[in-house]
């Protein structure tokens, strides 16, 4: 049990450090081509980067309803949650 949600903890950090230098690249690429849009929807390196942007963005999600099924299964936190 340990060992799995070690695994599961850095899996879920790692995810996180990815979305966010995928969320901070678009930011920038966004901020810097505010000014001609037409060019920046056309560029496949950043249709790519949204891409991966997305797939981080929902196995991310996922992670957190993992982890939120594991805390609802704590005993501790099930009597928290659920008196």
Same mark, same amino acid.
């Given at each position: 049990? =340990? ?32 000014? @001609?849009?037409?060019?920046?929807? =056309?560029?496949?390196? !950043? ?16 992670? #957190?309803? !993992?982890?939120? @099924?594991?805390?609802? @299964?704590? =005993?501790?936190? =099930? @009597? #928290?949650?659920?008196?």
């Amino acid at each position: 049990m =340990r060992f799995g949600s070690g695994i599961f903890f850095s899996g879920c950090c790692f995810d996180l450090f990815l979305f966010l230098i995928f969320f901070f690249y678009l930011l920038g690429t966004i901020c810097l081509e505010s000014f @001609n849009f037409g060019d920046f929807f =056309r560029g496949s390196e !950043v249709i790519f980067f949204l891409i991966l942007f997305l797939f981080f963005f929902i196995d991310f999600i996922l992670y #957190l309803l !993992v982890l939120l @099924n594991l805390l609802c @299964n704590l =005993r501790i936190f =099930r @009597n #928290l949650i659920f008196f």
